[in-house]
């Protein structure tokens, strides 16, 4: 049977005891997202109803202030278990049995039954939609007078009429016609009811002579008092776009999911007056992504964001002083933190195991990132290491995705020994066979991560303490001692590492080449990204290689403007100069997202 196509159309109305701010956390972070991972809910949106009375302001039950929408691509999966089970206790959260049980709820299902829209419509689902896109619904909800001849008639007025002058009212943008599902409930079908949803770009269209015209004519006439038997009719404007991420950080309280992917946190003084949201995406190809997004409490609902991207074998926790540092600093408060624990930090399923992971993946996971996240373009791409060459190529790769970039402790091409360096400390992990005690995977295990972190703190001398008498033997020997705690908050990264996620991720450091891309690149005007790059001072060769980087940035990018990108040193850091020395580097990149 061919996919019947639909709504699920659910208007709802706060009783008195559940607040504002109660609400909408729960429906943005937890109800709506749920329902948006589901691959047969491709969208979902909130309206809220501006033709209420002054005296009902704030809706009713009878007149409620708020709708939610979902398109579904085939109806019959609203009565499979992937979709009951979410109303089912288990799945269903104890915070949303009690906030649904203070709301009054009126659900509807519907059928597609056809459609017409403007040239200049766009989805709105589309991730790059701009968040204070206007959107204007008309809701139009009526029930017929018995007989075929009803239904053959309003089907001709709006093919041949109505809908051909409501595309002349100005800003229309679309409208659909739907009628009860097939798939509703017996008990609930008392008759077969009709929706129209005609969506305009401004409220002004509404009073235009044009728009008069289209209900005024004698065929209107005639529907509304021949065929009509009743009819309903709303006035919304757009309030939220769903995505399949939540991203809501007006968080009313902590919450954590029965299944635990998504935890939010609230901003109070023990958190640096930061929220929080810990969740994860799904990539197109099946790979889980978890990330944590995060805002000072004065930031606007929709700032800017920055994505921030770690070095091979770490966790976003490597930025977690960089963060609260950074926006804490009233210059900063304006912007949304996005942090991610890159593909290869956890063994790759099925799906996406067969694909070698390059680049190209790993900037396709920021753009994923993004588009759940419905972040239309970032304000700043930053990362460290691979981190730094994977923002650094999305920023090339998508130059309309990002405003700029900050490549830390990385190179433009990868050094000819990484083809031999890599494979040797893929062999380090594999003879010491270390694996995880309580699900037993193969992980990094002590050897690699002790080198590893030793290196990248810029440690002389080896871990037995020869070089410096400190240490006692400690693998932290020769480290200064206000980076030991550092350390091992790293090595613990490295260490839990999955040795599978290690294998496959290692060879995006194999081969790759962004010179060109570099040189061509456009750093100002429409399209332009603004580079910076920025090293530890203790990081070998690499201050030198990364001069030269940015020097080399945009030369060839087309006629005048600022050639080359900014270079910043972090004085006395390694190769993670946000761990070793974060309060340096929050001013290295805010001279340069602040010039």
């Known amino acids: 049977m061919a996919p019947k196509p639909g709504l699920l159309y659910v208007t709802m109305q706060p009783m008195p005891s559940l607040s504002s ?137 709006y093919n041949e009429e109505h809908v051909d002058m409501l595309s002349k009212v100005p800003g229309w943008l679309r409208t659909r016609r739907y009628a009860t599902s097939t798939i509703t409930p017996t008990e609930e079908k008392k008759e077969t009811e009709y929706m129209a949803l005609h969506e305009y770009s401004s409220p002004s269209g509404l009073s235009s002579p044009e728009f008069r015209a289209a209900i005024s004519t004698p ?7 021949d065929i009509e038997a009743s009819r309903a009719r709303s006035v919304y404007s757009l309030s ?109 399923p099925a799906s996406a195991a067969s694909t070698p992971v390059t680049l190209d993946v790993l900037a396709a996971d920021i753009i994923s990132l993004l588009d759940a996240l419905r972040v239309p373009r970032a304000a700043a791409l930053i990362g460290v290491s691979l981190g730094g060459a994977t923002v650094l190529h999305a920023a090339l790769q998508y130059p309309h995705r990002a405003a700029s970039f900050v490549a830390c402790d ?35 295990g002590e050897r690699l991560a002790e080198a590893t972190v030793r290196r990248w703190f810029a440690v002389k001398g080896d871990a037995d303490g020869s070089e410096s008498g400190r240490g006692g033997g400690s693998w932290t020997a020769g480290a200064r001692d206000e980076d030991r705690g550092r350390m091992e908050e790293v090595k613990e990264m490295v260490r839990t590492n999955s040795l599978e996620g290690f294998r496959s991720v290692v060879r995006s450091l194999f081969e790759y080449d962004l010179q060109a891309g570099m040189e061509g690149a456009v750093t100002e005007g429409h399209g332009g990204v603004r580079g910076c790059f920025v090293v530890g001072s203790e990081d070998g060769v690499l201050p030198e290689v990364m001069r030269r980087m940015a020097q080399s940035y945009g030369i ?19 190769h993670l100069p946000m761990v070793q020395r974060p309060r340096e580097f929050v001013e290295a990149v805010g001279r340069f997202i602040s010039p």
């Open 410 to 444: 990385t190179n433009a091409v990868a050094p000819p020994a990484n083809r031999t360096v890599w494979p040797e400390r893929v062999a380090v992990t594999e003879e010491e066979g270390a694996r995880d005690e309580g699900s037993g995977e193969e992980i990094v």
């Open 240 to 348: 939220y776009i769903f995505g399949p991420a939540p991203r809501h950080l007006a968080i009313f309280q902590s919450w954590t999911s029965p299944d635990s992917p998504t935890t939010t946190i609230p901003a109070s003084p023990s958190t640096h007056n930061i929220s929080a949201i810990e969740s994860y995406i799904t990539t197109p190809d099946g790979v889980t992504i978890p990330y944590r997004l995060e805002s000072h409490s004065s930031a606007p609902p929709n700032g800017p964001v920055i994505l921030l991207s770690n070095s091979i074998l770490t966790t976003y926790h490597i930025w977690d002083t960089f963060a609260p540092l950074f926006l804490s600093n009233s210059d900063f408060r304006q912007y949304r933190l996005l942090r991610y624990n890159a593909r290869g930090r956890h063994t790759l």
């Open 556 to 574: 060839n990018g087309g006629k005048g403007g600022r050639k080359g990108g900014a270079f910043e040193v972090v004085e006395g850091a390694g």
């Open 21 to 157: 701010q109660e609400f909408h956390d729960w429906y943005n972070n937890e109800h709506g997202p749920t329902r948006l991972r589901l691959p047969f809910i491709p969208s979902g949106f909130r309206y809220r109803a501006t033709d209420l009375t002054d005296s009902n302001q704030g809706g009713t039950a009878e007149r409620p202030e708020w709708l939610a929408w979902y398109d579904i691509t085939d109806m019959a999966e609203l009565t499979r278990e992937t979709y009951t089970r979410l109303r089912l206790p288990g799945a269903k959260s104890q915070r949303e049995t009690d906030t649904m049980g203070q709301i009054h709820v009126n659900r509807k299902l519907f059928d597609f039954v056809a459609g017409w829209r403007s040239p200049s419509f766009k989805d709105l689902e589309i991730p790059t939609t701009p968040a204070n896109t206007t959107n204007v619904l008309v809701s139009v909800t009526f029930t017929l007078k018995p007989g075929a001849d009803k239904v053959a008639e309003l089907d001709k007025w």
């Open 219 to 225: 065929w209107a006439a005639k529907i509304k008092n």
